[in-house]
């Protein structure tokens, strides 16, 4: 595709991971042709987790593990809290929507419809949701406050890799 259209001046692949396939395969492609190329990284939504909580928690200072305790403590003396993960088809939509609209909430605070308000956008995720579902791959998770969704993650699995892709929260929160 690159080779027959000669119409373009620059190519920004910004969302392609440096050790994909497709990357070793455009790098190699690339100097063969004796094309530019600037490579540059950043960091990525994406960790490595291990196996269990518990064997994560080992990974983190003394200090942190603290914070996470401390905070889940405060969290649960002050609220009635709960943690739910999609896991069935029902639960998409609701949870999907809760995932807009505090999307939209915190993004209207600063002036911005943020990107989860277009259509087509939304249509993307129900379908990739349903997708991932089956396949045992989504990683879509609330956060209940005294039974009020005020927090949403939206991202998907694979191998012991889990990637965030989208976020909303309750700015009141």
Request: aromatic share 10%.
């Amino acid at each position: 595709f690159l080779t027959e259209k000669r119409n373009w001046n620059f190519a920004a692949l910004d969302t392609m991971p440096a050790e994909s396939l497709v990357a070793g395969a455009l790098r190699k492609l690339l100097r063969q042709k004796k094309w530019i190329a600037i490579e540059k990284s950043r960091p990525a939504s994406a960790i490595v987790l291990p196996p269990t909580w518990e064997e994560y928690l080992k990974l983190l200072s003394s200090k942190e593990r603290g914070k996470i305790g401390l905070r889940t403590r405060r969290l649960e003396k002050k609220y009635e809290v709960r943690i739910r993960k999609c896991e069935q088809e029902a639960d998409i939509a609701p949870f999907l929507q809760a995932l807009y609209d505090l999307h939209g909430k915190h993004w209207q605070l600063r002036g911005s419809a943020g990107t989860l308000h277009v259509p087509e956008r939304r249509q993307f995720y129900g379908e990739l949701s349903r997708l991932l579902l089956k396949r045992g791959r989504l990683e879509l998770w609330v956060l209940e406050l005294r039974g009020n969704i005020v927090a949403a993650q939206f991202g998907f699995r694979h191998g012991s890799t889990a990637f965030s892709l989208q976020e909303g929260f309750d700015p009141d929160y």
